[in-house]
Nanobody
Framework: QVQLVESGGGLVQPGGSLKLSCTASGFPLLWYIMSWYRQAPGKERELVGSITSNGGSTNYADSVKGRFTISRDNAKNTVYLEMNRLKPEDTAKYYC?????????RGQGTQVTVSS
């Protein structure tokens, strides 16, 4: 069964950190560009950032640049989103997305809430 499963979300205080994981099953992540998206209630889905298939290049939304880092371990079929200096406006459901010229897969998401 082809699926992406995110984990690592939770409640964190402003200024804190979380590291999300996204693990694939049923297909090899190494063939895919991996992206993280987020969506807050009442807002449009936002691209947080992406990483190339070999991990050689990343890009980020301006809103998270310098605070978030995307990495991947193709041997573990997993991609990560490390989030530092979290702000209340980072509160959202975070999704990972696998994309290449042949297919796109998306996980069910994990909730991140930043609140004191």
């Amino acid at each position: 069964q082809v699926q992406l499963v995110e984990s690592g979300g939770g409640l964190v205080q402003p200024g804190g950190s979380l590291k999300l994981s996204c693990t694939a099953s049923g297909f090899p992540l190494l063939w895919y560009i991996m992206s993280w998206y987020r969506q807050a209630p009442g807002k449009e889905r936002e691209l947080v950032g992406s990483i190339t298939s070999n991990g050689g290049s990343t890009n980020y939304a301006d809103s998270v640049k310098g605070r978030f880092t995307i990495s991947r371990d193709n041997a573990k079929n997993t991609v990560y989103l490390e989030m530092n200096r979290l702000k209340p406006e980072d509160t959202a459901k975070y999704y990972c997305n696998a994309h290449n010229n042949f297919a796109t897969y998306r996980g069910q998401g994990t909730q991140v809430t930043v609140s004191s």
